[in-house]
Each structure stands twice: as structure tokens, then as C-alpha cells.
């Protein structure tokens, strides 16, 4: 990706200075965290050095951080690091003044001020959790909540306004050079999201994604250049010792030239996506921008019916109960599906997240939501199958015909009837799927229609209705116990 200079407030102590920082890049990942890399522009004596870095994440994580010359000419070493995100704001204060008196200043009706003086018994603050009423004590008086505006007194300790890092470096010469920060951060995620709009009739869709982007770092983050990393890395919590993951996190990444929208590559056994364009990602700011757009693919409804879909299943025993499975779930499962592939004008690794579908009126052009369902990390060339909802006016039902079998047979057999009713205006296909749960030796002896066998324990039936019409697909099974 593109570079631009940027300018970002950089205090050297090794001479107290301001200095310029290059273009922040981040690579955030679908976990709630980030790899950040900054450039520090550093101008090192031999020996020791004190330097303040002030503008890192609240949420840094300061054993993750990497500093270091990516030239390889200079050898630098961090003697001692110290990390410090208690920004100066009124609970803190508070906090630093518990037990002391100030005074609080009051606005009357009239806009009249006067103070009246307070001694905080309890501020409230509490760092990385919830805060707590103060407890402020007036006139002999315990209140829990605060009399007026606090004014405090100035401080003279080393209240920073910033989350800072402070290093004393060791360098082995004099030099002069942009070395490269690295480290990473929690509070920043991405997500994925996908529209697919359709028209009143036809099976192709126009799909757009987005991802989103979310900042809760504590730090803005202007013209970033953006990667986003698709998959389940492993994270050990709480206490992992980050540094060498993190010094192998930030050696991956690099500066690519991107020319569309968003680039992808495989990137280890996950997947990178980049951002073409810098983006400003402000403090406490979601951010959208499209990843993907393809018009016309290939989509066609699916109608599925499991009528044995909240019991039908095996569970590697046999399962002689006779009062078994006689159950029967009316609703029809609506579902769109599709190939993730390039004949069909996609073919690029989808990241997981939320596929919404909309159907476009043409009485007024306007479009309906019509469902939604999650998507998984999706490869290309991957058969995509998503279930949209239950079918208003196509209706399944599933009945035992008959059963044959006890426990002193060595097998049992039992009948199905599976009637569905069409009552759209159109001709449709039902696929009916029927599992064999009671033993993982079955054949089936009887069946009306031709069925497929789709693994170990399921079949599916392939029904054509035409506009208003029943029919019924029957089978029997045999078990064999032997």
C-alpha cells in the first residue's frame, strides 16, 4: 500500500523534542485485537537513552511491544520499559484527592457561582472496571454523588494526558534513523456483512459486502493503512508471554501495493485482506467500507424438508424403542445456494459474517428484507448453502406407517409416509431428507421414489411439484441388529 507522511506528537527525552511518525498500518483481526506498527523516528548517543513515546492504545498490550531498527543497521536494545495508561480525567483525580478536602463549585438558578468545600471520602474510580457513587462528605454530611463541579488543585507529580511508553535504550553507536514500533492492542475488531438483493422473480442476485471496523482502542488512528486478518488465530488468555508471537506477527506484515478496493491473498492458514485506501479510525468509531461487489450470480431457492430434523439422529447405538421417532415437523426450510466461484462471479475467500437477503418489489422497485443467517469462513470454489426462513405456502408432514420389531428379534423394520403439499403458483422441487438413526446397518426395501445417499445415516428424495398439488413420497427401512 501507498504511504503518507503524517504528523503525530513524539517527545524524545534524549533531548526533550518533537518529532514526526510516519503513517500508522494496522492489521486487525476478527478476536478483538490488532497488530499496530508506527514509525519512531529515534536520535540515539551511544550508550543510554531515556525516550517517551506519548500516544499509544489504552489497551496495549506491553509485553507484545517490538522496537527496532528494520534496516538491521543499528543494534538496539530496550534496557527497560514502563507503560503508563492512567490519563488524567476527574475520576482519577478524585482518586489521587480521597481523603483531602476541595471545593466544589456551584451554579444557582441565576447562573450565581459559589463553592462549597467536600472531602472525598470514596472517588469511584475504578481502573479497567465499572466505577462506583463517590462518596463525598459535606456539612457533616455523606453524599453519593458529587456536590458540584470539582475543582482540583495543580498537580505537581507526572499526570499525562496520553496512554505513554518511556524506554531506556541502549545503542551500541550514535545514529540517526526511523525505527519501527510494534505491538499489539486490544479493543479493535472487524466483521464482516453481506446484502443480497434479488428480484420479485429469478434466482440471480446481486451481492455487496462490507466490513465494519471498530475502534475502542482508546487512540485515533489517522490515514492507517488497513489489513484485515481473516480466521481463528490462537490466543492464550490471560497470561500468555506475547512478546515472541507478537515479534512474529509484526515480522509478517508488510507494506503491499494495492490497486481495487480491497486485495486478498492466503496468508499462512488464514486469509489477508487489504484496504487500498487509507482510512482515519477515530476513538469509539465504527467504520464501514466495502470489500466486494458482484453482480448476477447464480442463486437458485432450495426448498428442504426434515421432517425427523429435531430427533432423527444417530447416536452410534442401537435404538430399539419402538415410541421413537414418530414425530413430524411441518415447516419447509427456504434456502439459497450458491458456488463461491468465478464462472458464477465470485470466487473469492469470503470472511464470516452476516448475510442479509432482500427481494426487489417490482409493483414499486422497492426492496423487502426477506432473512438473514450466518456465514462461515467460506473458500473459493465452496458450494454455499444458506437457510433464509420457513415457506409460507409449502407444507410437509411425516407419518409412520408401520413398525415391525422387538428385542428378541435380531431386526426391525418400519414404513414412512412423507406428504407434501404445494400451494404456490409455481412449479417447485422439495428436497426431502430422512435420516436412519436406529443402526448403522439399514437397507432400504421399499421406496417410492429414487433416493440419494448422502452419508453413513441420511437420505434425500427429490420431489416436483406442480402449482397446488400433494404428493407423497413413501419408504420402509430394514435394521439388522447382527
Known amino acids: 500500500m501507498r504511504t503518507v507522511s503524517k ?23 476478527n478476536q478483538n485485537f490488532a497488530v499496530v506498527r508506527e514509525r519512531v523516528p529515534l536520535d540515539l548517543k551511544a550508550g543510554e537513552n531515556a525516550v517517551t513515546f506519548v500516544g499509544a492504545t489504552l489497551q496495549l498490550e506491553p509485553d507484545s511491544v517490538v522496537l ?28 489521587v484527592n480521597e481523603g ?36 463525598i462528605e459535606v456539612d457533616g454530611r455523606l453524599r453519593f454523588s458529587l456536590p458540584g463541579e470539582p475543582l482540583f488543585p495543580a498537580l505537581a507529580g507526572d499526570g499525562i494526558l496520553k496512554p505513554t511508553l518511556t524506554w531506556r535504550l541502549g545503542a551500541d553507536q550514535a545514529a540517526q534513523f ?42 485515533v488512528f489517522e490515514n492507517a493503512t488497513v489489513k484485515l486478518m481473516a480466521g481463528n488465530v490462537n490466543r492464550i488468555e490471560p497470561s500468555m508471554p506475547k512478546g515472541a508471537a507478537a515479534r512474529d506477527m509484526v515480522r509478517m506484515q508488510a507494506f503491499e501495493v494495492a490497486a481495487p478496493a480491497v486485495t486478498e491473498k492466503a496468508f499462512d492458514e488464514f486469509h489477508l485482506y487489504s484496504l487500498a485506501r487509507p482510512v482515519t479510525l477515530r476513538d469509539r468509531e465504527t467504520k464501514q467500507v466495502e470489500f466486494m461487489r458482484a453482480i448476477g450470480v447464480k442463486a ?20 430399539r424403542d419402538p415410541g421413537y421417532g414418530t414425530q413430524s415437523n411441518n415447516k419447509v426450510w427456504v434456502m439459497r445456494e450458491f458456488r463461491n466461484s468465478e464462472e458464477n462471479k465470485l470466487g473469492l475467500p469470503l470472511p464470516k459474517g452476516r448475510m442479509r437477503f432482500y427481494r426487489r418489489d417490482d409493483a414499486d422497485g422497492r426492496i423487502e428484507f426477506t432473512g438473514e443467517n450466518e456465514l462461515e469462513h467460506t473458500a473459493k470454489n465452496e458450494l454455499i448453502r444458506i437457510y433464509t426462513g420457513d415457506a409460507f405456502d409449502v407444507v410437509g408432514e411425516r407419518i409412520r406407517t408401520d413398525f415391525q420389531g422387538n428385542n428378541r428379534q435380531d431386526f426391525a423394520e418400519e414404513s414412512f409416509e412423507i406428504k407434501l403439499r404445494n400451494r404456490k403458483a409455481e412449479p417447485i422441487e422439495v428436497r426431502v431428507v430422512e435420516h436412519l438413526y436406529r443402526w448403522s446397518n439399514w437397507r432400504i426395501v421399499q421406496q417410492s421414489d429414487e433416493s440419494t445417499k448422502k452419508d453413513a445415516q441420511t437420505v434425500e428424495f427429490r420431489v416436483s411439484l406442480k402449482p397446488d398439488e400433494e404428493r407423497s413420497v413413501t419408504y420402509r427401512v430394514r435394521y439388522d441388529w447382527r
Not at 503525530?8 to 486487525?28: D, K
Not at 421432517?307 to 435404538?319: D, L, S, T, V
Request: glycine share 12%; hydrophobic share 40%; charged share 15%.
Open 7 to 29: 504528523i503525530l506528537p513524539l517527545v524524545l527525552l534524549a533531548g526533550v523534542l518533537t518529532s514526526l511518525s510516519g503513517q500508522p498500518a494496522l492489521t486487525v483481526y
Open 300 to 319: 437458485p431457492v432450495v426448498y428442504v424438508y426434515d421432517g425427523a430434523a429435531m430427533f432423527g439422529r444417530f447416536f452410534g447405538g442401537m435404538n
Open 178 to 219: 526511523s525505527a519501527e514500533l510494534g505491538y499489539i492492542t486490544g479493543g479493535m475488531s472487524w466483521q464482516a456483512a453481506y446484502n443480497l438483493v434479488a428480484p420479485e422473480k429469478g434466482d440471480l442476485l446481486d451481492i455487496v459486502g462490507w466490513v465494519t471496523v471498530n475502534n475502542q482502542s482508546g487512540k
Open 68 to 95: 527496532r531498527d528494520p534496516a538491521g543497521k543499528v543494534s538496539l536494545r530496550i534496557l527497560e520499559q514502563s507503560y503508563r495508561a492512567d490519563v488524567m480525567s476527574q475520576g482519577l483525580l478524585l482518586s
Open 100 to 135: 483531602k478536602t476541595i471545593d466544589f463549585l456551584i451554579r444557582d438558578r441565576d447562573a450565581k457561582e459559589y463553592t462549597v468545600p467536600g472531602k472525598v471520602i470514596r472517588s469511584g474510580h475504578n481502573p479497567g472496571g465499572e466505577p462506583t457513587a463517590p462518596i
